[in-house]
């Protein structure tokens, strides 16, 4: 009889990259409701890049980041390139502390990704600024806290495709 790891210590398979493209689409679609404008509102293309940036920085690279975030400056109508450096940055700080992060359980990823959270604010903010707005607020920062707080149920949707077993069974029904 063969064995199965733990849950914990299985190794996971890549993810098919027609998934994350379909991942990163709905969280654009939900960015682009008019709910975004509430102030608890997490920043839907973030925690998905995020997730993708630390899971797969082989596949999904810093260009997808930019064209995204050129895609939600356009949306957003926000300065060109505010969520397009933010992002960018976004990807390159969570692939390379990618090693770090997935070492802790997801309870415990969602403390680590916060701050890479607030920094993407913080950069949105300072971009803003700098462009002659006002100051928006603190309140600007409670998005990345309830991303932070999604970042579990989130993280579990987006890993659950990748337990796929070795082997094709087709009596079994996932």
């Known amino acids: 009889m063969r064995k199965t790891l733990p849950p914990t210590v299985r190794i996971l398979r890549s993810a098919r990259p027609w998934f994350i493209a379909l991942s990163l689409l709905l969280a654009l679609l939900l960015d682009l409701l008019p709910t975004r404008q509430w102030v608890f509102m997490p920043d839907w293309v973030m925690l998905t890049l995020c997730f993708w940036s630390m899971r797969e920085w082989r596949i999904f690279g810093m260009g997808y980041a930019f064209l995204l975030g050129l895609i939600m400056d356009v949306a957003n109508g926000a300065a060109l390139g505010q969520h397009a450096l933010a992002y960018v940055l976004l990807h390159y700080a969570a692939a390379r502390l990618s090693r ?38 603190w309140r600007e920062f409670i998005s990345p806290l309830m991303a932070s707080l999604l970042w579990l149920p989130v993280a579990f949707l987006l890993i659950a495709p990748q337990y796929r077993p070795d082997e094709r069974d ?5």
């Not at 087709?170 to 996932?174: F, V």
């Open 100 to 137: 770090r992060i997935l070492q802790f359980p997801l309870k415990q990823q969602s403390l680590h990704v916060l701050p890479l959270f607030l920094g993407v604010t913080a950069i949105q903010i300072v971009i803003r600024l700098m462009a002659g707005s006002d100051f928006p607020g």
């Open 170 to 174: 087709d009596t079994r029904p996932i």
